[in-house]
């Protein structure tokens, strides 16, 4: 058997990290001179003219002319120049697919939403799957669709795409960028990296939207001053990202966090799970849907409700829809506790589709674990809201231009 390669650290690598640092220093503290961003980095003077003129040359970085004079002669301020730069970031759900330009200050210039073309569906009682009429892979020829159109309309914006990430809720293969079995969509190994590459020679990011969560929420959100969390994303299903060290952890088939398919207890057992996993098949949209029927909650023919739909009828007074409230929050807190107490990180993000998250679904987490697990970590909701599975991908893909590099501590 080989012997495993260690992980070193080539030059190009610690020049990635150290531009890294200065491109934070300037993001975070705007215009500054090249002696101010050697004090806040720690790097040499050397060091930070030759990085400097390497981020000027490729516009990353500009002059933002000088400091006041104080008798010398006055240093010239460097600014970051996110706004001239521009990724595309895709998130697909169940329904529909989401678009956006955001520059890289992190500021949306551009957004655009298509809906999948509605087809029959049917809610199978005995294997609690969907099953769909019309194309295998719904979806797919709408999401190339936005691709093209996010892609041109930068291009006439007169500021090209430098890079696309697209967050999808499945298990993604890395690096190629295939997509694992999707029922919603009737996705199932779906070449979507492959097919897009043939589109355009744009870098092209494909994740998993709970990871995309987590990266965004580590380095523009709530996580930017820990080293480990957790994101969940409760929207048709749930899934979770997992940072550690400052990194994602995807696991040896990019399957970390697929937390649909928890046991929750020996009813577990006594049956297998193909198109869904246990966690999911009790508050996955599908399972929400039939479970509203049967309380006797008025359901559209082919809607499907998410955990946000039914906590909207909750608070809207209906005492069938609050008691379906309470089991999902249930699971929820269960499934939240099992990762805390495996995975102890600093943070816990609650990312969903409905406003009502931070006044309704962490609070409830919260007393449901208090006093039942060792330590409750802070649990607070996604900073982006509705947004941010799609600047967390956005920012998966700027990194691939510019070559960010996080060292892990």
């Known amino acids: 058997m080989p012997r495993r390669r260690l992980n070193t650290a080539t030059t190009g690598t610690l020049a990635r990290v150290n531009q890294t640092a200065i491109l934070e220093a300037l993001r975070n503290s705007g215009a500054l001179s090249r002696q101010q961003i050697g004090a806040m980095t720690g790097l040499s003077p050397a060091t930070v003219n030759r990085l400097t003129a390497a981020l000027i040359e490729e516009g990353i970085v500009a002059s933002a002319g000088r ?32 678009g956006i330009l955001v520059d890289f200050d992190a500021k949306i210039v551009f957004r655009r939403e298509i809906d999948f073309d509605p087809r029959p569906f049917r809610l199978n009682n005995r294997s609690n799957a969907v099953t769909r009429a019309g194309q295998r892979e719904g979806g797919l020829a709408q999401t190339i669709e936005l691709f093209d159109l996010l892609i041109s309309t930068a291009q006439t914006m007169g500021t090209p ?16 960028g295939s ?38 929420e580590l380095h523009r959100g709530a996580g930017q001053e820990v080293n480990s969390l957790v994101a969940l994303v409760l929207e048709n299903g749930l899934g979770a990202g ?40 009790r508050i996955g949209s599908v399972a929400l849907t039939r479970a509203a029927r049967e309380h006797g909650i008025e359901v559209a023919e082919r809607e499907l409700l998410t955990a946000g739909d039914i906590f909207s009828l909750a608070d809207n007074g209906d005492a069938a829809a609050r008691e379906l409230g309470d089991e999902i929050l249930d699971m929820v807190a269960i499934a939240i506790a099992a990762m805390v107490m495996i995975l102890d990180p600093e943070l816990v993000v609650v990312g969903s589709n409905f406003v009502g998250s931070a006044e309704t679904v962490i609070p409830g987490i919260r007393e449901r674990l208090t006093g039942r697990i060792i330590r409750v970590p802070p649990l607070v909701a996604a900073t982006h809201r509705n947004d941010a599975v799609l600047l967390g991908v956005a920012e998966l893909a700027a990194s691939e231009v510019h070559g960010f590099a996080y060292l892990a501590y």
């Open 67 to 98: 400091e006041p004079s104080t008798g010398g002669r006055p240093s010239v301020l460097l600014r970051y120049a996110g706004g001239s730069r521009l990724v595309a970031a895709i998130q697909l759900r169940a329904d529909r697919a989401s």
């Open 161 to 176: 795409c430098l890079a696309v990430g697209i967050a999808v809720p499945g298990v993604v293969q890395h690096p190629e």
């Open 179 to 216: 997509v694992g079995r999707m029922p919603e969509l009737g996705w199932d190994g779906v070449q979507l990296g492959s097919l897009l590459r043939r589109r355009t020679s744009l870098p092209i990011v494909i994740e998993n939207d709970a990871n995309a969560l987590a990266f965004g």
């Open 242 to 281: 997992i940072i550690t060290n400052r990194k994602l952890h995807r696991g040896a088939r990019g399957e970390a966090g697929e937390i649909g398919y928890l046991l929750m207890d020996r009813s577990s057992l006594l049956r297998s799970y193909s198109d869904y996993g246990d966690l999911e098949d």
